[in-house]
């Protein structure tokens, strides 16, 4: 734990970036050092938040985020990373209004999008979950994850033609840091070429 002669000298940087250690200590003990107030403690709470995301306690990152939106109500990145927490938790409608209020203070970034779309689908709103990813990929249509989630939204709706298009959209992107999105797009397109129907003649009668 450090002590109050090390919290006076914190600098700047390490409040802002003390979730970037996997101690959450640190950042309690810039939360509880008093003179560090307003929207430079919120640092703190989502640094916590993060370390706890990162360790899956989803119930104390949601915690931690609520406190920095508190002090800080004006950052995208702290709604979305609440609404991560909590589609992990399967509050699923409270993650999709943080991610309506994410997209709502940067409505540029891809992702909240994507994420949306994921928390939509999840409830089994697929037109909306779709309209999400349609969004993420305009802004961004170079990510292959968005593609295959696209796709398996298609495929839920039976709208096979757009999944595969999706599939193979996903198969020609780069692969990112692991094969994983292209590997699960091949297995798909695999899926749906074995339910193709045969032609198989009529029986006599």
């Given at each position: 734990?450090?002590?109050?002669?090390?919290?006076?000298?914190?600098?700047?940087?390490?409040?802002?970036?003390?979730?970037?250690?996997?101690?959450?200590?640190?950042?309690?003990a810039?939360?509880g050092?008093?003179?560090?107030?307003?929207?430079?403690?919120?640092?703190a709470?989502?640094g916590?938040?993060?370390?706890?995301?990162?360790?899956?306690?989803?119930?104390?990152?949601?915690a931690?985020?609520?406190?920095?939106?508190?002090?800080?109500p004006?950052?995208?990145?702290?709604?979305?990373?609440?609404?991560?927490?909590?589609?992990?938790?399967?509050?699923?409608?409270?993650?999709?209004?943080?991610?309506?209020?994410?997209?709502?203070?940067?409505?540029?970034?891809?992702?909240?999008?994507?994420?949306?779309?994921?928390?939509?689908?999840?409830?089994?709103?697929l037109?909306?979950?779709?309209?999400?990813?349609?969004?993420?990929?305009?802004?961004?249509?170079?990510?292959?994850?968005?593609?295959?989630?696209?796709?398996?939204?298609?495929?839920?709706?039976?709208?096979?033609?757009?999944?595969?298009?999706?599939?193979?959209?996903?198969?020609?992107?780069?692969?990112?840091?692991?094969?994983?999105?292209?590997?699960?797009?091949?297995?798909?397109?695999?899926?749906?070429a074995?339910?193709?129907?045969?032609?198989?003649?009529?029986?006599?009668?």
């Amino acid at each position: 734990m450090i002590v109050l002669g090390v919290l006076v000298g914190l600098s700047t940087h390490m409040v802002v970036n003390c979730g970037d250690e996997d101690d959450p200590d640190i950042c309690s003990a810039v939360i509880g050092f008093s003179p560090l107030r307003g929207s430079l403690i919120a640092f703190a709470y989502e640094g916590r938040g993060r370390i706890a995301l990162r360790h899956s306690d989803w119930r104390r990152a949601i915690a931690d985020f609520d406190e920095a939106i508190h002090l800080n109500p004006n950052r995208a990145s702290l709604y979305r990373d609440r609404a991560l927490a909590r589609r992990q938790n399967g509050d699923l409608e409270l993650a999709i209004a943080d991610y309506d209020e994410a997209i709502a203070h940067d409505p540029r970034l891809a992702a909240p999008y994507h994420q949306r779309g994921l928390a939509l689908a999840a409830t089994g709103d697929l037109d909306r979950a779709i309209l999400s990813y349609n969004t993420a990929i305009r802004l961004d249509p170079s990510d292959a994850q968005t593609r295959l989630d696209r796709g398996l939204s298609y495929l839920a709706r039976g709208q096979a033609d757009d999944a595969r298009a999706d599939f193979e959209a996903a198969l020609a992107l780069p692969a990112g840091k692991d094969g994983r999105t292209r590997e699960a797009a091949r297995a798909r397109l695999a899926e749906l070429a074995s339910a193709e129907p045969t032609q198989v003649a009529a029986p006599r009668r």
